[in-house]
């Protein structure tokens, strides 16, 4: 099994800037993509990046040029640095991990809340 916790979260001022970090133990050899989704109230869950372990990563198209996820191999941590933040990227962010790409959701972080507001 795979353990995902996730820090970082918090309320931020439109403009500003959050890193949220997830650090995986248990049986982390199983971990090959690495991922960040979210959930806005009343809204789907939706991918907003993943990264691979040999480090190709991916991003939706509303957090492009924004949003940088990386991962630092030997802490088995991974970040989602968040910058320019709007109102509308608030929302329960939650981290992910699986095998492969297509088990993405295999491990779920327990969530953190971003509320992006004046």
């Known amino acids: 099994q795979v353990q995902l916790v996730e820090s970082g979260g918090g309320l931020v001022q439109p403009g500003g800037s959050l890193r949220l970090s997830c650090t995986a133990s248990g049986s982390i050899f199983n971990i090959y993509a690495m991922g960040w989704y979210r959930q806005a109230p009343g809204k789907q869950r939706e991918l907003v990046a993943h990264i691979v372990r040999g480090g190709n990563t991916n991003y939706a198209d509303t957090v492009k040029g924004r949003f940088t996820i990386s991962r630092d191999n030997a802490k088995n941590t991974w970040y989602l640095q968040m910058n320019s933040l709007k109102p509308e990227d608030t929302a329960v962010y939650y981290c992910?991990?699986?095998?492969?790409?297509?088990?993405?959701?295999?491990?779920w972080g327990q969530g953190t809340q971003v509320t992006v507001s004046s």
């Open positions: 992910s991990a699986g095998p492969t790409i297509v088990l993405l959701t295999a491990y």
